[in-house]
């Protein structure tokens, strides 16, 4: 069993910056996935377990970046230019057993979900 720990949350002003971090070891593709309030979960990034791929949603392409430190065994998401609107519940999400390369961008494609982590954006 898996467990994934999402860190890194909290409230900032509009233009600002936050990292979340999500620590999870093994070979694992690695997704963060977004919840406003009376919204459904959205996708946000996500990474191949060798690395080799990353992908990202529309709104945060050019403002998010998704790496990995292996030796730390942590996914990070560097969220920068925040805007009121990616105000939401930020999950880290994981899975095993996919190609090298493979990024999964749909939440029903991830096994391991962690517990979240708020993320408000003021204007």
């Known amino acids: 069993q898996v467990q994934l720990v999402e860190t890194g949350g909290g409230l900032v002003q509009a233009g600002g910056s936050l990292r979340l971090s999500c620590a999870a070891s093994?070979?694992?593709?690695m997704g963060w996935f977004r919840q406003a309030l009376g919204q459904e979960r959205e996708f946000v990034a996500a990474?191949?377990?060798?690395?080799?791929?990353?992908a990202y949603a529309d709104s945060v392409k050019g403002r998010f970046t998704i790496s990995r430190d292996k030796a730390k065994n942590t996914v990070y998401l560097q969220m920068n230019s925040l805007k009121p609107e990616d105000t939401a519940l930020y999950y880290c999400?994981?899975?095993?057993?996919?190609?090298?390369?493979?990024?999964?961008?749909?939440?029903?494609?991830?096994?391991?979900w962690g517990q979240g982590t708020q993320v408000t954006v003021s204007s």
């Open positions: 999400a994981a899975d095993m057993g996919q190609p090298f390369y493979s990024v999964l961008r749909k939440s029903d494609e991830y096994d391991y």
């Open positions: 990474i191949s377990w060798s690395d080799a791929s990353t």
């Open positions: 093994g070979r694992y593709a």
